[in-house]
């Protein structure tokens, strides 16, 4: 778990957000879901830190992939695609979908846009493994 930059938000292993206040708690993929979930439950959503605020959004902006739970994950041999609340991922977004839909788990494009740019950057990803 790893501090926000916001009052009472956190950033989970898995890069979803996660906030807490006494015996209140919601998570979000998003901070943008998250900010709408504390508000309209009445609590309050304040930034702390404005340097570590901006760096959060900064990384939730470029962690968000168009696809329901799937999330890019920094490794030591570069990136994995991974499915939020399992343990399934792979280097490639094609495998990752297959292993998901296998396990019986909802596979959806959230944003189709984004999931066209994710698409794209594994594929040219995959094109750069087999020609180099």
Known sequence: MKFSGFLNVYQMDDLSWKYEF???SHSASTLKD???LVRMH???WAILDKDLAKKSIKADELNQTGYLNVYIR???GGSRW???GSDLSSTSLETLKKKVLKEGLQWKVTDEKLANKSFSL???KYNELLFD
Do not use: V
Request: aromatic share 12%; with cysteine; proline share 6%.
């Open 82 to 84: 991974c499915y939020r």
């Open 74 to 76: 920094p490794s030591a």
């Open 42 to 44: 009445g609590l309050k």
């Open 34 to 36: 998250l900010e709408f």
């Open 122 to 124: 594994d594929l040219k």
């Open 22 to 24: 006494g015996d209140k």
